[in-house]
């Protein structure tokens, strides 16, 4: 196993050929980590089954942490474009709860990939708060629920159900929750956090 | 290190020298496992400040997470124990915010304690989903907002709000959170998780 210095910035694919290159890996990723969990996925496995040299995917990702973290982002992305369509005259809690309750069943799928992907992001949280999911993963819950001119209060509800609904799946994932059991909680929170939402913002206008 | 069979069930301690022994042996888990988290935590290291034998540590815990989840059980015993004293004509939101208020501020005191803890438990329920701490936590919920006849409507919010403060906790010691803020979180969940309780109980009966 080469020995690669991690605190070399990642590089960033610029080129067509360097981002398919990218995606291929962030592919070969997620059928490792599905298959085998963070803890015995092999980045040599990866490189392989991605056709590029391992010296590449370590320039692109210095560690797993790295990897699976920008797969979660990728993940996350791939939700805020398919958010995009709403539904005519939803409220902003069903918009959200519709989308939270797609990706919780698309994390469930593949429990060990959504572990993989969860460490490592808590791993990258833990040493750059910003270079986590949670502001991308807000603003794609803005995006779901329509919410256009967020209040500070509104960024502080999003947050709380942001971090609520990684305890339900972190739960439902350990637990092995049934699919629909999370679904129904997930639409009950998203009622009882989102729908608060209005009667806060008026209080806050009224003082 | 010694190979110790983790099949073979742990043994509860029964007599008063050997309780006393499993005693000495939670508080030096919690002294080492607050200096150096999960990983880099010894067995060997625990059982000599806690003047036992090796063997003796392996008997009462098989492995490091069996040791931690046990830990996390007896503070949530502990918990249990302070909970008792209810402030007259407290509501229950806010008799729950109370003790979670607590916890998570004791939570943040020793963050990889509560890494290490937090991480045996939920092992711990991905292998025996009944011996993890949650059903005991939720005892302690009702016991704090002093809800004597628990609905099943009152046993779902609860577990939502177990795993909502859960995912809370976990995000306040990735990003080492402002304690102030995760408190008035805390109470801000509570309000709207427990404080649809009254609503919720109340169309249960009229349906």
């Known amino acids: 196993m080469p020995r690669v210095a991690e605190d070399r910035p990642p590089a960033e694919p610029t080129s067509r050929e360097q981002k398919e290159r990218y995606a291929r890996i962030l592919r070969a990723a997620a059928r490792h980590g599905a298959a085998k969990g963070l803890e015995r996925v092999q980045m040599h496995d990866i490189a392989k089954d991605a056709g590029v040299a391992i010296a590449t995917l370590y320039r692109y990702f210095p560690s797993k942490t790295h990897l699976f973290t920008a797969l979660m982002r990728s993940q996350v992305d791939q939700l805020a474009a398919m958010t995009v369509e709403r539904v005519p005259d ?28 969860m460490q490592s992001n808590n791993a990258t949280v833990a040493q750059t708060p910003s270079a986590g999911v949670t502001e991308v993963f807000i603003d ?68």
Chains 1, 2 share one sequence.
């Open 140 to 207: 794609v819950m803005l995006d779901a629920g329509g919410i256009a001119d967020p209040t500070p209060h509104d960024l502080r509800l999003l947050g709380i159900l942001e971090q609520a609904w990684y305890g339900m799946i972190i739960s439902a994932l350990n637990r092995g929750t049934d699919p629909q059991e999370l679904e129904e909680d997930t639409a009950l929170v998203v009622s009882l956090v989102v729908g608060a939402r209005d009667a806060g913002s008026r209080t806050g206008d009224a003082a």
């Open 90 to 117: 939803e409220s902003p809690a069903d918009g959200i709860a519709r989308m939270l309750v797609r990706a919780g069943r698309e994390l469930l799928r593949r429990p060990l990939l959504a572990h993989a992907m």
